[in-house]
């Protein structure tokens, strides 16, 4: 099966999601939520502009962790969207942030 140059990107951080996500679950059980944690939104992801690049981070408890990087021309975007990457994009889950880089990278 041959991947599509277009595709490439978003199979590599699938595997790096999937590696992380493995790795984190084996360390510890997920805690379980409190009423509080219920009704608000927690973001999985931080997509942003780092060196040039947009990359990809993982929160891991009170971390992050960069799993992936791609190229891209951020300075071609509209000023709102290199704003936004430069603060950083909070993102749900994996469909989220599939549906963001397919966005921003060509």
């Given at each position: 099966?041959?991947?599509?140059?277009?595709?490439?990107?978003?199979?590599?951080?699938?595997?790096?999601?999937?590696?992380?996500?493995?790795?984190?679950?084996?360390?510890?059980?997920?805690?379980?939520?409190?009423?509080?944690?219920?009704?608000?939104?927690?973001?999985?992801?931080?997509?942003r502009?780092?060196?040039?690049?947009?990359?990809?981070?993982?929160?891991?408890?009170?971390?992050?962790?960069?799993?992936?990087?791609?190229?891209?021309?951020?300075?071609?975007?509209?000023?709102?969207?290199?704003?936004?990457?430069?603060?950083g994009?909070?993102?749900?889950?994996?469909?989220?942030?599939?549906?963001?880089?397919e966005?921003?990278?060509?």
């Amino acid at each position: 099966m041959r991947i599509s140059k277009k595709m490439l990107p978003f199979c590599i951080l699938t595997a790096c999601v999937l590696s992380v996500t493995g790795l984190s679950q084996r360390r510890s059980p997920a805690p379980q939520p409190s009423s509080t944690q219920t009704s608000a939104v927690t973001f999985r992801y931080l997509l942003r502009e780092d060196a040039g690049e947009l990359a990809v981070y993982v929160f891991e408890g009170a971390q992050m962790q960069r799993i992936a990087a791609f190229e891209a021309v951020i300075g071609d975007l509209p000023e709102a969207d290199r704003q936004a990457l430069r603060t950083g994009i909070a993102i749900r889950d994996a469909a989220q942030l599939q549906q963001t880089l397919e966005d921003y990278l060509p």
